[in-house]
């Protein structure tokens, strides 16, 4: 008789969900025993189906889903074809004891993990027209615009509107925060903290890479700038209660039903922004990336030269998608994703070649990748990382000056 896996806990009614695909972390290919994962920001579906937009405003109905397995059992046992971030999907979890394994991380309880449950039936909502069903159309684009703040409520500003926060004059400071598997930039004018460009935190799945001790740092009256919309790189903001009160400014991206919560929850202290701007040595630009569900590759990054010095803070833009004048001459720079895995090449180094990698040890997406660190060091750049390396211990790490 099969016992099922972690059979540990009093069996609940299944969950039927629609979500959309926040990461996809493929399989390591050296080895036939890793897994690849799923991550999926969700809504309950018979109550999406029942009240429609609205039930986006109750956190029992949404959820963050971790599912997990083998890219073989993924394709034999739902035919998914290649999951993409950005991918709708319906599924169902239970307590069966099966594989694959799933985790719900649901609003109302914080986002702290469920017990361990199974994936008992999933397909694609979009994506394949061969993989579709009658009506798929027509319920992506109502979720979609159930996670889209209406436009008349929330207007896209220029950019310059964010420029404004940092103002004119005084010495700049630009230190990358050690916040685990994760992204935070603080900005310090004249010694005094004034913002962040992105405010990340781990997921649950990666929270032991998070300090034992953290202190968010005090920045009253202050501002926020993010980079794009993963949760990696604004649930600091989130979780820190008096970061919620700071004004925000991101671009308007396509997100799931949790982000677009949070989105609500900020109010008008949230203003989409849009296009460059330039001011007091400072530069915004977007990445390129015409592609309508790439966050990454659509996302902001932020320059800042000062007496010939120019650094560069990426965001999670591969180079190959950043416009090269944010790219000229800079002697400073975060790498991309966290480290992780990327084709483009990095760009030659300039005086005092310092790239920084934030990300934290351990985490789930095997970063950093080997070759990308090779990569920044043949281009003459010094790696410094917020993670403990074999040379150095975890930490802040300033980019500027």
Same mark, same amino acid.
């Given at each position: 008789?099969?016992?099922?896996?972690?059979?540990?806990? #009093?069996?609940?009614?299944?969950?039927?969900?629609?979500?959309?695909?926040?990461?996809?972390?493929?399989? @390591?290919?050296?080895?036939?025993?890793?897994?690849?994962?799923?991550?999926?920001?969700?809504?309950?579906?018979?109550?999406?189906?029942? @009240?429609?937009?609205?039930?986006?405003?109750?956190?029992?109905?949404?959820?963050?889903?971790?599912?997990?397995?083998?890219?073989?059992?993924?394709?034999?046992?739902?035919?998914?074809?290649?999951?993409?971030?950005?991918?709708?999907?319906?599924?169902?979890?239970? #307590?069966?004891?099966?594989?694959?394994?799933?985790?719900?991380?649901?609003?109302?309880?914080?986002?702290?993990?469920?017990?361990?449950?199974?994936?008992?039936?999933?397909?694609?909502?979009?994506?394949?027209?061969?993989?579709?069903?009658?009506?798929?159309?027509?319920?992506?684009?109502?979720?979609?615009?159930?996670?889209?703040?209406?436009?008349?409520?929330?207007? /896209?500003?220029?950019?310059?509107?964010?420029?404004?926060?940092?103002?004119? &004059?005084?010495?700049?400071?630009?230190?990358?925060?050690?916040? &685990?598997?994760?992204?935070?930039?603080?900005?310090?004018?004249?010694?005094?903290?004034?913002?962040?460009?992105?405010?990340?935190?781990?997921?649950?799945?990666?929270?032991?890479?998070?300090?034992?001790?953290?202190?968010?740092?005090?920045?009253?009256?202050?501002?926020?700038?993010?980079?794009?919309?993963?949760? #990696?790189?604004?649930?600091?903001?989130?979780?820190?209660?008096?970061?919620?009160?700071?004004?925000?400014?991101?671009?308007?991206?396509?997100?799931?039903?949790?982000?677009?919560?949070?989105?609500? @929850?900020?109010?008008?202290?949230?203003?989409?922004?849009?296009?460059?701007?330039?001011?007091?040595?400072?530069?915004?630009?977007?990445?390129?990336?015409?592609?309508?569900?790439?966050?990454?590759?659509?996302?902001?990054?932020?320059?800042?030269?000062?007496?010939?010095?120019?650094?560069?803070?990426?965001?999670?833009?591969?180079? #190959?998608?950043?416009?090269?004048?944010?790219?000229?001459?800079?002697?400073?720079?975060?790498?991309?994703?966290?480290?992780?895995?990327?084709?483009?090449?990095?760009?030659?180094?300039? @005086?005092?070649?310092?790239?920084?990698?934030?990300?934290?040890?351990?985490?789930?997406? /095997?970063?950093?990748?080997?070759?990308?660190?090779?990569?920044?060091?043949?281009?003459?750049?010094?790696?410094?990382?917020?993670?403990?390396?074999?040379?150095?211990?975890?930490?802040?790490?300033?980019?500027?000056?």
């Amino acid at each position: 008789m099969r016992v099922p896996i972690r059979k540990r806990f #009093d069996s609940r009614e299944p969950t039927d969900y629609y979500g959309v695909v926040e990461e996809a972390v493929e399989a @390591d290919p050296r080895s036939a025993r890793t897994r690849s994962f799923l991550l999926i920001d969700c809504v309950r579906s018979d109550r999406f189906d029942r @009240d429609g937009a609205q039930i986006m405003e109750d956190r029992s109905a949404l959820a963050l889903v971790r599912a997990m397995s083998t890219p073989k059992r993924w394709e034999e046992q739902f035919g998914l074809g290649e999951i993409a971030k950005g991918d709708w999907l319906s599924f169902r979890v239970d #307590d069966s004891g099966d594989v694959p394994r799933a985790w719900e991380l649901r609003a109302d309880n914080n986002y702290a993990a469920g017990p361990s449950r199974s994936i008992k039936a999933m397909r694609r909502i979009s994506g394949s027209p061969a993989m579709s069903q009658p009506g798929d159309d027509a319920l992506v684009m109502n979720l979609m615009a159930a996670t889209s703040i209406p436009l008349k409520q929330r207007p /896209r500003v220029s950019a310059s509107v964010a420029m404004q926060q940092l103002h004119l &004059g005084g010495r700049i400071e630009i230190i990358i925060l050690d916040v &685990g598997q994760a992204s935070a930039a603080l900005i310090k004018r004249d010694g005094k903290p004034i913002g962040f460009f992105d405010v990340g935190a781990p997921i649950w799945f990666n929270k032991g890479s998070l300090p034992k001790t953290i202190t968010p740092p005090m920045v009253p009256g202050g501002f926020i700038i993010l980079s794009h919309w993963d949760f #990696d790189h604004f649930d600091l903001g989130r979780r820190h209660q008096p970061y919620r009160k700071l004004a925000w400014f991101a671009p308007d991206q396509p997100v799931g039903p949790n982000t677009a919560r949070f989105q609500a @929850d900020l109010g008008n202290r949230l203003v989409f922004i849009d296009g460059p701007a330039s001011s007091g040595g400072f530069s915004l630009s977007r990445g390129t990336s015409t592609l309508a569900n790439d966050r990454n590759g659509a996302g902001y990054q932020l320059r800042y030269e000062e007496n010939g010095r120019a650094v560069l803070l990426t965001g999670d833009t591969g180079y #190959d998608l950043i416009q090269s004048h944010m790219l000229a001459g800079i002697g400073g720079l975060t790498v991309p994703h966290h480290a992780g895995r990327s084709e483009a090449s990095p760009p030659a180094s300039v @005086d005092p070649w310092r790239a920084i990698a934030s990300y934290g040890e351990p985490n789930s997406y /095997r970063h950093p990748h080997a070759q990308t660190i090779t990569n920044h060091q043949s281009q003459g750049w010094q790696i410094s990382a917020t993670a403990t390396t074999p040379t150095h211990r975890r930490g802040n790490r300033p980019l500027f000056p």
